[in-house]
């Protein structure tokens, strides 16, 4: 799905072969990257991935060390960053604190050359203010205004331009969390009304999966998976994907006939499909807790695909709709299974201490090779 | 919760005052002995006036009679202006003092905000270099570095510079060079960089980067970004540094003195030669008083503007 959209025409913008180096320190390591009109992408990794130096090379305000940056036809790398159609909304906002709110917003438009009559100026500063509902404080300076508000403004700012491309380097970093889970859906709402292009940084893995459309997981400078939220979590490449995104079991082993056999597991693990990974290689088995499950009796007699293991509940995490139960195995390894809270209807659920049975049909194991 | 101290053995009380008193005994206690000065009768005698409070003549006790003649006939050189023959000793100085201080304001802005912003700019790890070398100058003798100049500057054959610009070929005769208000303002000039290169840095080195690539970001080319972010965001910077100039400058008297020669009447040498040869200490302190309050003016004014930006920068 993700080859189709890239090779249709809709590649607006093309990043291909970009990496930049600080001295001897590669920062970015040759990304390639299609981008489709009005797509939201999320780069995301944890903080020194590079992920925020690539948004800088958008916007121009690093030069690739190699590689060429494309948008809507136009090769950006000769572009001055005050020419480029980018705009970026930046990390904790960078407003202009000796300026208002409507001036941080006509900022960018003042710089228009041929230049904008005024009060176009002012019609397009009142427009963008309404779409972020900030026209009450258009006279506010930016320390008179919380962080939900300031966000808001810099927002404005970063569209009142029209940007080809809008460049989100943390958006939502500088909330309180409560607010951050408000603002996400409210951000994608307003950028998909206004149809812009829109590329985002994150280290926040709930942050990209809740608004991107498409997430670009980044380690190392490297890029290392690209795919729909649904996709990098079901169905990861990689053991730092993995890992990065959500909580996941992984166990390490050689592949055999039967399975991966593992130090810390009764028996071979068994997996499936069994596809292009060579026997007798070294693997990883990554099992996400939720597709774990957890009972008092042995599961059903061991059909074909059913990996089980004995276990002691350790730890017990109560969240309300589901539980995450920590089980040491015998051989000393924890596993851990989320469970819902229905699972066990009116019976009392585990607790510290009982003995219990973890299992997961193989198709549950996602097989990595690196 | 313990119970509070009696404020008298409470730390923060004591550091409180050590300002208060500071400010109380070596700036109000001698600003009041000059105003009681300067309200005083000139007399042949030790100290050489009267003051304002004393023993009668007929001995009927103490009697308080401030004497106005000092302000009097500064009233009456205002009042003079525009008259024929008029000779306006103390309103020229006064007006001297406040013009040289002004350009030397202006100018060690102009010279020091570049100065200033390269230092803020420059790697962390050379910006203390930098800065050393702007209070390099303080290492040696103000006055030392005073007569340096006088050497620089002098206007026979012997000034160096005038020495390079004929052995260069470039003039015959010796240009004028000191005593006269060029030779001042070059002087002051110099001596009062550093006060504004300094707390101009101070300024500038917190300016967010991030702030000029958002502008730069936004359109603007990197002149516009600097005028409308950048110069802006510097104000508290550049009122400190003018008033850390302007007002020394305005009660300068070394630098007139040595490299004015008797061409440049300034406020500072008047009230030495009242003090001093003219034996007039109620004129010289009322010049002094009113200097004062000549400039409590600009430092409100600076004040205000520089509050009104209060809690702007993050």
Not at chain 1, 52 to 62: C, D, I, Q, V
Not at chain 1, 208 to 234: C, F, H, K, N
Request: charged letters at 20%.
């Amino acid at each position: 799905m993700v080859a189709q959209q890239q090779d249709s025409g809709a590649a607006y913008l093309r990043i291909e072969g970009v990496s930049k180096r600080f001295g001897d320190n590669r920062v970015v390591r040759d990304v390639s990257l299609t981008i489709a009109r009005k797509e939201i992408f999320a780069l995301l990794g944890s903080s020194g991935c590079g992920k925020s130096t690539l948004l800088r090379m958008l916007a121009g305000l690093e030069t690739p060390s190699a590689g060429r940056i494309v948008l809507d036809g136009e090769d950006l790398a000769t572009v001055q960053p005050h020419h480029r159609p980018t705009n970026m909304m930046f990390q904790s906002y960078a407003l202009f604190p000796h300026l208002t709110v409507e001036d941080n917003v006509a900022f960018g438009l003042r710089q228009e050359r041929p230049k904008l009559a005024r009060d176009a100026i002012a019609a397009r500063v009142g427009k963008m203010l309404d779409l972020v509902q900030m026209q009450r404080y258009a006279r506010r300076k930016p320390h008179e205004l919380s962080g939900g508000q300031q966000q808001r403004v810099a927002l404005a700012r970063s569209l009142a331009k029209e940007p080809k491309l809008l460049l989100l380097d943390e958006p939502l970093a500088a909330l309180d969390k409560k607010i951050r889970q408000e603002t996400q859906l409210e951000l994608v709402h307003l950028i998909e009304r206004v149809g812009v292009t829109c590329i985002m940084v994150t280290h926040d893995q709930e942050e990209a999966m809740t608004m991107a459309d498409r997430i670009g997981v980044m380690s190392d400078g490297v890029l290392l998976q690209v795919g729909t939220p649904g996709e990098i979590y079901e169905h990861p490449n990689c053991r730092f994907t993995a890992e990065f995104i959500g909580e996941t079991n992984m166990f390490h082993g050689r592949l055999g006939p039967q399975g991966v056999a593992c130090a810390d597991f009764p028996a071979p693990i068994a997996v499936s499909p069994l596809a292009d990974h060579a026997d007798g290689s070294e693997v990883s088995v990554s099992v996400r807790p939720e597709r774990v499950l957890l009972s008092r009796e042995a599961p059903g007699a061991l059909e074909g695909g059913l990996n089980s293991a004995a276990g002691e509940v350790v730890d017990i995490a109560y969240l309300g709709s589901y539980s995450v139960y920590h089980v040491r195995l015998s051989g000393g390894r924890t596993v851990t299974a989320s469970v819902p809270s229905a699972r066990w209807g009116d019976a009392a659920p585990p607790t510290w201490g009982d003995a219990v049975w973890v299992s997961w049909k193989a198709p549950a194991g996602v097989v990595l090779s690196r | 919760m313990s119970r509070r101290r009696p404020f008298l053995l409470r730390g923060r009380f004591w550091v409180g005052m050590l300002p208060w008193t500071w400010l109380l005994l070596f700036f109000l206690l001698p600003f009041v002995l000059i105003v009681n000065v300067s309200l005083s009768t000139p007399d042949l005698a030790i100290p050489p006036y009267i003051a304002p409070l004393h023993q009668a003549e007929d001995g009927s006790g103490v009697e308080l009679v401030p004497d106005l003649s000092s302000f009097q006939r500064l009233g009456d050189e205002i009042a003079a202006l525009g008259e024929d023959g008029a000779e306006p000793l103390y309103l020229r100085a006064y007006g001297n003092s406040l013009l040289l201080a002004t350009l030397t304001t202006v100018c060690c802005l102009l010279i020091g905000y570049p100065f200033a912003y390269h230092i803020a700019r420059a790697r962390e790890s050379i910006r203390n270099v930098l800065l050393m070398m702007v209070m390099l100058p303080f290492w040696t003798s103000f006055l030392l570095r005073v007569y340096a100049w006088m050497g620089l500057l002098d206007s026979s054959e012997v000034g160096l510079i005038n020495q390079l610009l004929i052995g260069l070929g470039i003039i015959d005769t010796p240009l004028p060079l000191l005593y006269n208000t060029g030779a001042v303002l070059t002087g002051m000039i110099y001596s009062y960089l550093p006060f504004m290169v300094l707390p101009l840095y101070a300024n500038l080195v917190k300016l967010d980067q991030r702030l000029l690539e958002a502008a730069s970001d936004l359109g603007a080319r990197p002149l516009t970004t600097f005028l409308s972010v950048t110069l802006p965001l510097s104000r508290n910077g550049i009122i400190a540094g003018a008033m850390m100039v302007f007002i020394p400058a305005v009660g300068e008297f070394v630098i007139p003195d040595l490299l004015g020669g008797g061409d440049v009447q300034m406020i500072g040498r008047n009230i030495w030669d009242d003090f001093g040869p003219n034996q007039d200490w109620p004129m010289a302190a009322t010049v002094a008083v009113v200097m004062v309050l000549l400039l409590i003016a600009p430092i409100i004014v600076f004040n205000r503007s520089s509050r009104s930006e209060a809690g702007e920068q993050p």
